[in-house]
């Protein structure tokens, strides 16, 4: 049986330990003076811990420290673990605020369902989110484009060489300091298309924020630099468009409607609905619906599509400026939409322009 979010308890309490050995000022504002993604941490992470027999138990705050594992940890054998990926931003005023956290839980809990990983309610990952800052606020930079990463994750940590869901599993968030994704503004990228490899199949794991998708997809990422391109992107088995890497995909047509792939082994994308919202506030409209390499290929050439863009947490917007094929290289129109709506949903997460949907959550104080 899945483990359900009804095994966690309504009063999880977190113990703090601080880190003696912590960044003094000097050292901390040297490191988020030009911060590069995901290669610096901060001095806390937190923990809980959950067993079949004691649900969600022992959270904790506690110095960044590397994790201790039995060889036969199920994780190492199995892949049986999840993640999410959000951000922490530093407002004007000095506040830190975080971007639609609740819909990062929910998908933390789809993602456990398929990967029969407990759910952690929503309202403890929040929490957790909240219990990392109230010890490491002074990490979230406050320079252009800056932010805090926080990647909330878990894995099966039971030592046991059996094939089934775990009944001991760890629960873990820290966060990295992270600049600009693209220096200069979000240049056009190039994208490799893979023919070759999937990321996911129909009833796979595609959905599910899961390790197992983006070490799938390093080895076609690998032939996209062989290609001179920065991306790759997928086709599932009908040569519908799927996504890039680690990125939604998104076409922009001449009559101004959004178009973007859907089905059951793709990723929900965080930014990708949030832009897709904005761009209905506009007066565009939307479909979420399959998209077939020819229909994307012939509306490029048609003049039907005018914009191509991928979007995702780390860069949120990146324009599309060349699709590459093993036989074909289409260079793809660039429009001013994709800018535009990423400098709109920017302004709203960094404070600068009202958050009239109800987005933001501050974690601080």
């Known amino acids: 049986m899945t483990p359900s979010a009804e095994s966690a308890t309504a009063s999880l309490a977190f113990s703090v330990q601080h880190n003696p050995h912590a960044a003094s000022d000097r050292q901390r504002e040297e490191l988020l003076r030009e911060p590069a993604f995901g290669t610096v941490f901060t001095d806390h992470m937190v923990t809980i811990a959950w067993s079949d027999a004691e649900g969600w138990h022992d959270g904790a705050v506690q110095p960044y420290a590397p994790i201790t594992l039995d060889p036969a940890a199920a994780v190492l054998h199995y892949g049986q673990e999840i993640f999410e990926g959000i951000k922490a931003y530093r407002h004007a005023d000095g506040s830190v605020h975080t971007f639609r956290p609740t819909e990062n839980g929910h998908r933390l809990q789809r993602s456990a369902r398929r990967l029969a990983l407990p759910e952690l309610p929503v309202d403890a990952f929040v929490q957790s989110l909240r219990e990392l800052i109230a010890v490491d606020a ?65 009833g796979g794991t595609g959905a599910a924020k899961t390790g197992g998708n983006y070490a799938a997809s390093l080895l076609p990422q690998a032939e996209a630099y062989e290609q001179g391109c920065d991306q790759v992107v997928f086709l599932d088995g009908q040569r519908n468009v799927e996504e890039l890497g680690g990125m939604n995909i998104v076409f922009v047509r001449k009559d101004g409607t959004l178009v973007t792939p859907a089905s059951d082994s793709i990723l929900e994308g965080i930014t990708r609905a949030s ?11 939307v479909e979420q619906r399959p998209v ?23 860069a949120v917007v990146a ?10 290289v289409d260079e793809q129109p660039t429009g001013t939409l994709a800018l535009s709506l990423r400098e709109e949903l920017t302004d709203i997460q960094y404070g600068r322009r009202a958050d009239t949907h109800g987005w933001l959550v501050r974690l601080d104080g």
Not at 275 to 285: I, K, N, S, T, V
Not at 304 to 311: H, L, M, P, Q, R
Not at 319 to 328: A, C, N, Q, S, V
Request: net charge negative.
């Open 138 to 202: 002074d990490w979230v930079p406050g320079g252009d484009d800056q932010s805090l990463y926080m990647r909330p994750f878990m894995f099966a940590s039971e030592a046991f060489l059996g094939v089934r869901p775990a009944n001991r599993v760890s629960y873990y968030v820290i966060a990295s300091p992270v600049g600009a994704y693209f220096k200069g503004g979000a240049k056009p990228v190039s994208i490799w298309l893979s023919e070759d490899y999937a990321r996911a199949g129909r």
């Open 292 to 314: 077939a390499l020819s229909e994307w290929r012939e509306g490029v050439a048609s003049g039907d599509i005018v914009e191509v863009f991928a979007c995702g947490t780390a």
């Open 275 to 285: 832009l897709l919202e904005l761009a209905r506030d506009r007066g565009h409209a």
């Open 319 to 328: 324009p599309i400026g060349t699709l590459k094929g093993h036989d074909f």
